[in-house]
């Protein structure tokens, strides 16, 4: 029980969104999405008001649907979605991630320091590190009024160069090889394909279908070019399956043996 409540104040994740955008098109209730991820029932109401987009129809733009005043706030499961002939509010979990990433972004790139803060700190930890060759913990040791940051936050504070301290002053930072940094250039994968084809997703199902056949299957591939660069596909069946379906699915790892000429 304490670690579902140490859970509550957690940020919420891709996985919660998902469940959230998952159980909303299904038409639940924010009681029984808060109880599944563990949040508090205000999270994800929050959540979806302040992540959720207008999906025009043709020219119509404007909110004007009564329904969307009171909970879900989104028109993920109205059954007049097919027929409706407004402009729709929609929660979708890719979304909702990647604005909540953007945003976070933007909150930690602003500097939160200040121009006298700045000034102190040239003016008293600079020398101490140029000339007398402190290290950056001594100085926070001996001189933490003057920086409200973490150690983290001053070096970036160097690399941006808004201290007169550089990098060739810190005797530990110079032996570091430089990090390569990560490439943001090329495009996001859009995590759309994973909604309804995730773990959790299979156990519901399981639950509401407990006499369903599973069919399990695993795909090893070798070193490309290598010794053994074969690739070999492993299936297991679980006893319930027909034995019709086993029979055809022989017959298709058959023609498969054929195309590879296994």
């Given at each position: 029980m304490k670690k579902n409540n140490e859970k509550k104040y957690l940020h919420l994740?891709?996985?919660?969104?998902?469940?959230?955008?998952?159980?909303?098109?299904?038409?639940?209730?924010?009681?029984?999405?808060?109880?599944?991820?563990?949040?508090?029932?205000?999270?994800v109401a929050k959540e979806v008001k302040s992540h959720r987009f207008i999906k025009?129809?043709?020219?119509?733009?404007?909110?004007?649907?009564?329904?969307?005043?009171?909970?879900?706030?989104?028109?993920?499961?109205?059954?007049?979605?097919?027929?409706?002939?407004?402009?729709?509010?929609?929660?979708?979990?890719?979304?909702?991630?990647?604005?909540?990433?953007?945003?976070l972004s933007l909150q930690r790139a602003n500097?939160?320091?200040?121009?006298?803060?700045?000034?102190?700190i040239n003016d008293v930890i600079a020398p101490l590190m140029i000339h007398k060759h402190h290290s950056v913990n001594h100085v926070f040791a001996s001189h933490p009024e003057l920086l409200p940051f973490s150690k983290s936050t001053f070096y970036r504070y160097v690399d941006l160069w808004l201290l007169d301290v550089k990098n060739i002053d810190l005797q530990r930072k110079v032996r570091f090889r430089v990090k390569k940094e990560y490439d943001y250039s090329h495009e996001k994968i859009d995590h759309k394909y994973r909604l309804g084809r995730q773990y959790h997703d299979f156990q519901d199902y399981m639950e509401l279908h407990p006499m369903a056949s599973i069919v399990e299957m695993d795909t090893v591939i070798g070193t490309s070019g290598g010794k053994g660069a074969n690739a070999s596909l492993l299936y297991y069946l679980e006893p319930l399956i027909s034995c019709l379906f086993t029979c055809s699915l022989i017959k298709e790892f058959s023609m498969l043996m054929k195309f590879f000429r296994i």
């Open positions: 994740t891709y996985k919660d969104r998902s469940v959230i955008h998952e159980f909303l098109n299904y038409g639940y209730s924010f009681t029984t999405i808060c109880n599944r991820i563990h949040k508090d029932r205000t999270t025009p129809f043709g020219k119509f733009k404007e909110i004007s649907c009564p329904n969307l005043n009171k909970a879900p706030y989104v028109c993920n499961a109205c059954p007049d979605i097919g027929k409706c002939r407004k402009a729709k509010l929609i929660y979708d979990a890719a979304i909702a991630d990647h604005e909540y990433r953007q945003t500097l939160k320091v200040t121009k006298d803060q700045v000034a102190a």
